[in-house]
């Protein structure tokens, strides 16, 4: 805990503090849509956070996320369904298969030289591939979509993951804080800086003697196994899965929106992202409900003038300018 909590400035603990204490008291004030508005920040935080391990840090562009929210719901939801696995056990196995797809993915990426856009396309034909085989494979539900039973929703038991939306919420908390202190110590190791070495200059970091290979790897893997995690929450959550929704391009765009939006690279930002992104674009989708108009792909036109707007004026993301405005960068990053 000491380690975790060392170099942290104290007007930035007395910040995480109340935020936390808020965090904690929402389900007992919030109502039933907040709540689930909440629960989707919260989620979108958590996947973030995990693709940030891979970009932000790594520097390694993945844009099919998708891909390892996907296996990881349908792992866990097909252990459940077919064979009454525990969620969590079958949690592990979705974990087991996500981190071997994405060692994989690096293998066959990082062996070769692809790297950049050429990288990014390869992770995009692996969850097309994959989506484009759930669509079809009839045990798994195919296009028809998977379902889980819900009998039990109106008990709260986390050992099934079968519970009320508060329960949920709570799960999907301990999930983000959790990535957060992951990340914040992994920031301050030694594998940490080699990412960001590599992440400035692979050849350089190379030169001397980082193994950019292995490290690559590791933030892979990583990102792909708390990824999967997200996906079981998914799946548990919504009780059903289809690969046109859960493996589409459109999930791995809304996965990496928060870290991009909040700042790629920072602890905080794909939280801030999240927590701003998620209810303006629920909102906006209530609006248009509520003005009577049925536009396809007015949820998408808002992220892409979103993303505009912070890649031209904020290109570090909003959370570096709201943290030097109100303090919370630390002494040493203000006089830089």
């Known amino acids: 805990m000491r380690s975790l909590l060392e170099g942290i400035p104290r007007r ?40 940030n391990i891979m970009m932000g840090f790594a520097g390694q562009l993945s844009l099919g996320h998708s891909l390892y929210v996907g296996v990881g719901a349908y792992v866990s939801a097909l252990l459940f369904v ?25 293998v066959l990426a990082f062996r070769f030289g692809i790297a950049g856009v050429y990288f ?3 992770t995009i034909a692996f969850a097309e591939f ?12 195919a296009s028809g979509g998977l379902f889980l039973p819900v009998e039990y929703r109106e008990t709260s038991d986390v050992l099934t993951l079968r519970g009320s939306p508060a329960m949920f919420y709570y799960v999907m908390l301990a999930f983000t ?16 800086y080699y990412w960001r070495a590599i992440r400035e200059d692979a050849a350089a970091a190379e030169a001397l003697g980082i193994n950019a290979f292995g490290c690559k790897m590791a933030a892979v893997a990583l990102s792909a196994a708390l990824t999967a995690l997200g996906g079981v929450f ?3 959550y919504y009780n059903n899965l289809f690969p046109e929704q859960i493996f589409s391009i459109g999930r791995s765009i809304e996965i990496i929106l928060g870290p991009i939006i909040g700042g790629i ?3 905080i930002g794909p939280i801030v992202g999240a927590f701003l992104l998620t209810p303006l674009a629920d909102s906006l989708s209530e609006l248009m409900a509520w003005l009577g108009i049925d536009t396809p ?23 570096p300018p709201i943290a030097r405005l109100l303090g919370l960068d630390g002494e040493r990053t203000r006089r830089g």
């Open 12 to 51: 930035s603990l007395a910040a995480l503090a109340v935020a936390g204490v808020a965090l904690l008291a929402a389900p007992a004030i919030a109502d039933a849509y907040v709540l689930s508005v909440l629960i989707l920040c919260l989620y979108f935080a958590y996947v973030g956070q995990a693709w």
């Open 82 to 106: 077919k064979f009454g696995v525990n969620p969590w056990i079958g949690a592990l196995a979705a974990i087991a298969v996500c981190t071997a797809l994405g060692l994989a993915i690096g």
């Open 120 to 122: 990014a396309i390869l």
């Open 130 to 141: 994959t989506r484009i085989g759930f669509d079809h494979w009839q045990w798994a539900g």
């Open 177 to 192: 804080v959790g990535a957060l202190a992951l990340c914040r110590l992994l920031l301050a190791s030694r594998l940490g």
């Open 234 to 236: 998914f799946a548990f």
């Open 265 to 267: 690279g920072t602890l």
């Open 297 to 319: 792909g007015v949820k998408h036109v808002f992220y892409g003038a979103c993303l505009l707007v912070v890649v031209v004026f904020l290109p570090h993301g909003v959370w």
